[in-house]
């Protein structure tokens, strides 16, 4: 299962940064950048209860700004996977792909807050899911949303480290209670930014 992960964290990777590279003119006031992140969530478990587990993965996300540089729009891929979840042990990966709108009050600032707002699909995979289970079926694409914020370090022109990113993940899987899955991922990694200055 990790090898799985890896080998889609590496695929997506490829994928945004030939989609940089393929940026033969960028507004020197706007840099795309891709961020490579590793993701804790928090997750709730059966519905109506508070066994909750965790889940451990990454996100890779591209951001390209727009007009001053404070908005961008932003596409974000978080995989996660989590074992010994509820008294059954049953495993679950989770898979978000969302997109919408990133937020930075100080778009030039070394230190660099940033909130978000992105909405999208998920899709759920494991034995908690696909098994017998009593906690959730239907491991089809679901509405996803998610926000938050977090806080960058610029370190030179091109790259960037991310402190800390804080979110609220909604996902809409079935689960014969209520259809609504609660998650609190955290998240830290590195950016790299293309484009002139």
Same mark, same amino acid.
């Given at each position: 299962?990790?090898?799985?992960?890896?080998?889609?964290?590496?695929?997506?990777?490829?994928?945004?940064?030939?989609?940089?590279?393929?940026?033969?003119?960028?507004?020197?006031?706007?840099?795309?950048?891709?961020?490579?992140?590793?993701?804790?969530?928090?997750?709730?478990?059966?519905?109506?209860?508070?066994?909750?587990?965790?889940?451990?993965?990454?996100?890779?996300?591209?951001?390209?700004?727009?007009?001053?540089?404070?908005?961008?729009?932003?596409?974000?891929?978080?995989?996660?996977?989590?074992?010994?979840?509820?008294?059954?042990?049953?495993?679950?990966?989770?898979?978000?792909?969302?997109?919408?709108?990133?937020?930075?009050?100080?778009?030039?600032?070394?230190?660099?807050?940033?909130?978000?707002? @992105? &909405?999208? !699909?998920?899709?759920?995979? =494991?034995? /908690?899911?696909?098994?017998? %289970?009593?906690?959730? *079926?239907?491991?089809? @694409? &679901?509405? !996803?949303?998610?926000?938050? =914020?977090? /806080?960058?370090?610029?370190? %030179?022109?091109?790259? *960037?480290?991310?402190?800390?990113?804080?979110?609220?993940?909604?996902?809409?899987?079935?689960?014969?209670?209520?259809?609504?899955?609660? *998650?609190?991922?955290?998240?830290?990694?590195?950016?790299?930014?293309?484009?002139?200055?």
């Amino acid at each position: 299962m990790k090898t799985s992960i890896v080998l889609l964290l590496f695929v997506a990777s490829t994928s945004i940064l030939s989609f940089a590279q393929a940026q033969s003119v960028i507004d020197p006031r706007h840099q795309t950048e891709v961020a490579v992140e590793y993701s804790y969530l928090r997750a709730n478990a059966p519905p109506a209860q508070c066994d909750c587990f965790s889940l451990n993965g990454g996100s890779i996300s591209l951001a390209q700004p727009f007009r001053s540089g404070r908005f961008a729009f932003v596409f974000d891929t978080t995989i996660s996977h989590g074992s010994q979840v509820g008294t059954g042990g049953y495993d679950l990966t989770l898979s978000a792909f969302t997109g919408g709108v990133r937020y930075r009050p100080l778009s030039r600032a070394r230190w660099n807050p940033f909130g978000e707002v @992105l &909405v999208g !699909a998920a899709h759920a995979s =494991g034995s /908690l899911v696909e098994g017998p %289970t009593p906690a959730a *079926s239907d491991p089809a @694409l &679901v509405f !996803a949303s998610t926000i938050g =914020g977090g /806080l960058d370090r610029r370190l %030179t022109k091109s790259w *960037s480290l991310r402190i800390i990113e804080a979110d609220y993940l909604l996902t809409t899987s079935s689960n014969r209670a209520n259809d609504h899955q609660n *998650s609190l991922r955290i998240s830290a990694g590195a950016a790299y930014h293309f484009g002139k200055r």
